[in-house]
């Protein structure tokens, strides 16, 4: 079946610093890859999404490359703040039917001044 | 708009007793999920409706029952609690086709004791 891999947290940062969290994946046919963050007491929220293989998503500085190569979707951003402080869960989507999506175990992210 | 809501936020149940968690979205989105979020395991799908008048298990549906009582509106209800089930519950709601982002409530923290 379809599996996500992410590296364990929690990764803590200085404010300004580049961030790279890896996430790899397993599946059968052609996924949808996103990243979702959640800020602490909060639901999950859409922070970027790819397609097909050599989509690049971006949103709020974050970017993250749709490798179908290396089955990987890391989530980089080049200078990190404060309230960037969160939980990021990489996930997959089945190409099948509902739309169910896959998650990662989460990666904690603590920046700090 | 609203978007995805929860009722109630937080809920203390003893073993054995019943409850429903309630979900409502006003996205007019077809597809409608509950993912349960555990320490160290990432969100995992309990049961979905891709479409109003289906529903299906996900990957950890024993335990739980669901009822799509219409467009808006997706339940999950614990028949005889256990303290396994303490975790936090996420409705998600998206479009069809597949691919589509899922939109999050901001879940419902239960404890069994």
Same mark, same amino acid.
């Given at each position: 079946?379809?599996?996500?891999?992410?590296?364990?947290?929690?990764?803590?940062?200085?404010?300004?610093?580049?961030?790279?969290?890896?996430?790899?994946?397993?599946?059968?046919?052609?996924?949808?890859?996103?990243?979702?963050?959640?800020?602490?007491?909060?639901?999950?929220?859409?922070?970027?999404?790819?397609?097909?293989?050599?989509?690049?998503? +971006?949103?709020? *500085?974050?970017?993250?490359?749709?490798?179908?190569?290396?089955? +990987?979707?890391?989530?980089?951003?080049?200078?990190?703040?404060?309230?960037?402080?969160?939980?990021?869960?990489?996930?997959?989507?089945?190409?099948?039917? *509902?739309?169910?999506?896959?998650? *990662?175990?989460?990666?904690?992210?603590?920046?700090?001044? | 708009?609203?978007?995805?809501?929860?009722?109630?936020?937080?809920?203390?149940?003893?073993?054995?007793?019943?409850?429903?968690?309630?979900?409502?979205?006003?996205?007019?989105?077809?597809?409608?999920?509950?993912?349960?979020?555990?320490?160290?395991?990432?969100?995992?799908?309990?049961?979905?409706?891709?479409?109003?008048?289906?529903?299906?298990?996900?990957? #950890?549906?024993?335990?739980?029952?669901?009822?799509?009582?219409?467009?808006?509106?997706?339940?999950?209800?614990?028949?005889?609690?256990?303290? +396994?089930?303490?975790?936090?519950?996420?409705?998600? +709601?998206?479009? #069809?086709?597949?691919?589509?982002?899922?939109?999050?409530?901001?879940?419902?923290?239960?404890?069994?004791?």
């Amino acid at each position: 079946g379809n599996s996500v891999t992410q590296m364990e947290g929690p990764v803590t940062l200085s404010e300004e610093a580049f961030l790279t969290i890896n996430c790899t994946y397993t599946a059968t046919g052609y996924p949808s890859l996103f990243w979702y963050v959640q800020y602490p007491g909060e639901g999950l929220q859409l922070l970027l999404k790819a397609t097909k293989a050599d989509d690049k998503g +971006s949103n709020k *500085g974050f970017e993250a490359t749709y490798r179908k190569e290396t089955t +990987s979707f890391h989530l980089e951003k080049g200078s990190v703040q404060v309230s960037d402080s969160a939980v990021y869960f990489c996930a997959l989507s089945e190409t099948g039917g *509902g739309n169910k999506l896959t998650f *990662g175990t989460g990666t904690q992210l603590k920046v700090e001044l | 708009n609203a978007g995805v809501t929860q009722t109630p936020k937080f809920q203390v149940l003893k073993t054995g007793q019943s409850m429903t968690l309630q979900c409502a979205q006003d996205m007019n989105h077809n597809s409608m999920y509950w993912y349960r979020q555990d320490p160290g395991m990432g969100l995992r799908l309990i049961y979905y409706s891709a479409s109003e008048g289906t529903t299906d298990k996900g990957e #950890v549906p024993n335990g739980y029952n669901v009822s799509r009582l219409n467009k808006r509106e997706f339940s999950l209800r614990l028949e005889s609690a256990a303290p +396994s089930q303490t975790s936090v519950y996420f409705c998600a +709601s998206s479009e #069809v086709p597949i691919r589509s982002e899922q939109f999050f409530g901001p879940g419902t923290r239960l404890t069994v004791l």
